[in-house]
């Protein structure tokens, strides 16, 4: 008898080392998820612009509504530029630099198409407030030029397509493309029209269309 309650004893406690033995489920992950991506933007009049277009950096915030819908947040900064050698008539050969910069601020919803346990699709539509502003710098020998182009600010608006493939519990890859819809324009002033100071400047605004597709790429972490 004392035999018997021994084994019993003797069972129990593997069985409770076992029990305790098994990992515990991992707590859920929050709603909130950060990432960061590279992309090249190639907007309709970038494509002046060497490279023939913009590159740039985004810091993306995401957070879930649903497991297959989120809003989110993209901050985002962009730069083109163009070089040229420009020869005048009796004046010689002039070094030129334009350089264009762009700070998109957007906002919009993400849904979600799991495909499997690892991968999905997502995309959606989105609103946006883009800041430009640009440079040109001309150069001859010890002579320069620097003006300061003064680009319009302009609302926007967006549509996003990608994929993800989810790395680990938290962390997931994902390429996509972004069409932006945006339009700003340029005013040069007296100096840029060579005018001298006391005569009327004429209109001379120039429109710039931004519009066009963006390929990137990046990490996403979901905390």
């Known amino acids: 008898m004392k035999r018997i309650s021994a084994c019993i004893l003797v069972l129990g406690l593997l069985a409770a080392a076992a029990g305790a033995a098994e990992p515990a489920d991992p707590p859920p992950l929050a709603p909130f998820s950060i990432g960061g991506s590279l992309s090249y933007w190639m907007g309709e009049d ?17 957070y879930r509504l649903h497991r297959l819908l989120a ?16 020869f005048i008539p009796a004046q010689g050969w002039y070094d030129t630099e334009t350089t ?50 003064d680009l319009d600010s302009a609302g926007g608006w967006y549509a996003i ?26 005013d040069p002033g007296a100096a840029t029209l060579g005018i001298p100071d006391g005569l009327p400047v004429p209109e001379w605004k120039q429109d710039l269309d931004f519009s066009g597709l ?6 996403i972490f979901t905390f």
Do not use: C, H
């Not at 919009?108 to 198409?113: E, I, K, N, R, T």
């Not at 994929?163 to 340029?186: D, P």
């Open 46 to 62: 970038l494509d002046n612009f060497d490279l023939d277009g913009a590159f740039g950096a985004s810091l993306i915030a995401q």
């Open 71 to 86: 809003v989110e947040g993209r901050i985002s900064g962009f730069a083109a530029g163009e070089t040229q050698d420009i």
């Open 100 to 149: 264009i910069i762009g700070m998109p601020f957007e906002a919009g919803l993400v849904a979600f198409l799991p495909l499997g346990d690892t991968f999905s699709l997502y995309g959606g539509p989105g609103l946006g407030y883009y800041f430009f502003d640009g440079e040109f710098r001309s150069e001859q020998g010890p002579w320069n030029l620097t003006y300061d182009m």
């Open 161 to 186: 397509l990608g994929a993800r493939l989810q790395l680990a519990r938290n962390i997931a890859l994902f390429a996509e493309g972004k069409y932006t819809w945006v339009e700003t324009s340029w």
């Open 214 to 219: 963006a390929l990137g790429g990046g990490l």
